[in-house]
């Protein structure tokens, strides 16, 4: 097929339209649940006080804002593939905005701003009249209309999945993983739920012994879903992987909407998986091992998770795992490895590595 024939083939299969929308007709879609901003996705943003007066100031100084994106669902809802802190800091400033559980979220009290001084402190509505934003400026914010790009509901289902990706990606404050977490929610919430949940495995926690930032991050949820995908996978699989952040997305969406895909089995390979890593490495699971001092060093290593979580997890589901008194001296030979030094270095991107270190992880700890 032509580069012309797949172009027209794709335009045929998205189906878009777009005009400007008030404010207000936003906050009417929104009250009558006509609107799904998805407020789970609310945990993946981090925008401050600061960023969301700031928006409020640009609406209010005629500053034009970049398009709203949704989705048009077969019941006719629209779900916002972009553009949710927008709306949701407008939602908040009305005093409307709920939370995953249907509770009302506490109002958002401006800040002062470089050129609006005077919205210290201003609230929607406000018990002191002097704190409420003035009623001609309510209208201002009412009146002031979003372009609005739409994602009709003859379109391919998986348009707006990819649709969100890429606005996301990139530019955006979203670590991968958190975009991935957007999708996966928008795909199949249960899948997701039950993803999340799996690092909340005590032996998991204390094995990654992951800091702050990447928590932060949901970089315990990508280290559950590379286990997910990679525990049991086929090693002519391994060698296609490609890119390993489109493998892990495009795979994450095939597997949540496989509905031959059974969770119990894979969340009890991981809990087993982690349970005997703690009993035997603990804390030191995937830290460099120093010879010379005869101690483990460091943090949590990317690749030692490549070769001990996905080598020990493959030989459990196998039946094939060496006697446990082993592996602390086994997960410590790969550091007087050639093979695994190379490979493991830091200059070596995924979709080199990954072919090379599963597999040795396998072998490594099959008796």
């Not at 045929?12 to 009250?31: H, L, Q």
């Not at 409020?56 to 779900?79: H, K």
Request: proline letters at 4%.
């Amino acid at each position: 097929m032509s580069l012309i024939d797949q172009i027209n083939k794709k335009r045929r299969e998205i189906k878009t339209d777009g005009y400007p929308m008030s404010i207000s007709e936003w906050t009417s879609m929104y009250e009558s649940g006509e609107l799904d901003i998805h407020p789970e996705f609310q945990r993946f943003y981090r925008w401050t006080p600061s960023q969301k007066t700031g928006l409020i100031e640009s609406i209010l100084l005629g500053i034009p804002l970049p398009p709203i994106f949704v989705s048009q669902r077969t019941d006719g809802v629209w779900d916002v593939v972009d553009g949710l802190q927008r709306l949701s800091t407008i939602f908040q400033f009305f005093g409307i905005l709920k939370d995953e559980k249907g509770k009302k979220i506490d109002p958002l009290v401006l800040q002062e701003t470089k050129y609006l001084p005077a919205l210290k402190d201003k609230k929607w509505e406000d018990d002191d009249p002097t704190q409420s934003l003035p009623k001609e400026l309510q209208l201002v914010i009412k009146r002031s209309k979003l372009a609005t790009s739409i994602i009709l509901k003859e379109s391919d289902e998986s348009a707006k999945y990819d649709l969100f990706q890429r606005l996301n990606t990139g530019g955006s404050e979203l670590s991968p993983q958190e975009v991935r977490n957007c999708v996966l929610v928008m795909i199949n919430k249960v899948f997701f739920e039950w993803l999340k949940g799996l690092p909340s495995l005590d032996s998991f926690s204390a094995t990654t012994a992951l800091s702050d930032r990447p928590m932060e991050q949901a970089y315990d949820t990508e280290l559950a879903l590379r286990f997910v995908l990679l525990a049991q996978i086929q090693e002519s699989e391994i060698k296609a992987i490609g890119d390993v952040g489109d493998f892990l997305t495009d795979k994450m969406t095939a597997v949540s909407q496989d509905k031959k895909f059974r969770r119990a089995p894979v969340k009890k390979l991981f809990d087993e998986t982690f349970n005997v890593l703690y009993a035997t490495l603990a804390e030191d699971s995937f830290k460099r091992y120093n010879f010379k001092k005869s101690r483990h060093e460091g943090g949590f290593l990317l690749s030692l998770f490549e070769v001990i979580a996905l080598g020990v997890a493959f030989n459990i589901g196998e039946g094939t795992l060496c006697d446990k008194t082993e592996i602390v001296e086994r997960a410590r030979s790969v550091w007087k490895n050639k093979a695994f030094t190379e490979w493991a270095s830091s200059g070596v991107n995924a979709s080199r590595r990954l072919p090379r270190l599963i597999p040795f992880g396998r072998n490594l700890f099959q008796k």
